[in-house]
Nanobody, 114 residues
Framework: QVQLVESGGGLVQAGGSLRLSCTAS????????MGWYRQAPGKQRELVAA???????QYSDSVKGRFTISRDNAKNTMYLQMNSLKPEDTGIYYC????????WGQGTQVTVSS
């Protein structure tokens, strides 16, 4: 059973950067597509970035050009590099397989202050 653990969140000022990590107990690329999701207070959880086993990527319009999703297969780790952060990026960030119906982990909190 693959376990996913998010880390790297924190408090950052607008315009700053953070890198989130998602570590897996086994190969995360057993799944066709992996993604980073976020949930802000009062909003639905949304997919902001996705990555397939061939390293093709997709981004939501709100983060395109600012966020980069990547992987290190040798470390069974997926990353989300977040640059030019905005207050509206605040939320809990989760990693998970896309479209598979797995359970959700604890996520990692990102807070962007103005």
């Amino acid at each position: 059973q693959v376990q996913l653990v998010e880390s790297g969140g924190g408090l950052v000022q607008a315009g700053g950067s953070l890198r989130l990590s998602c570590t897996a107990s086994g190969s995360i690329f057993r799944f066709v597509v992996m993604g980073w999701y976020r949930q802000a207070p009062g909003k639905q959880r949304e997919l902001v970035a996705a990555l397939d086993s061939g390293s093709s990527t997709q981004y939501s319009d709100s983060v395109k050009g600012r966020f980069t999703i990547s992987r290190d297969n040798a470390k069974n780790t997926m990353y989300l590099q977040m640059n030019s952060l905005k207050p509206e990026d605040t939320g809990i960030y989760y990693c998970n397989a896309v479209g598979v119906g797995r359970t959700w982990g604890q996520g990692t909190q990102v807070t962007v202050s103005s």
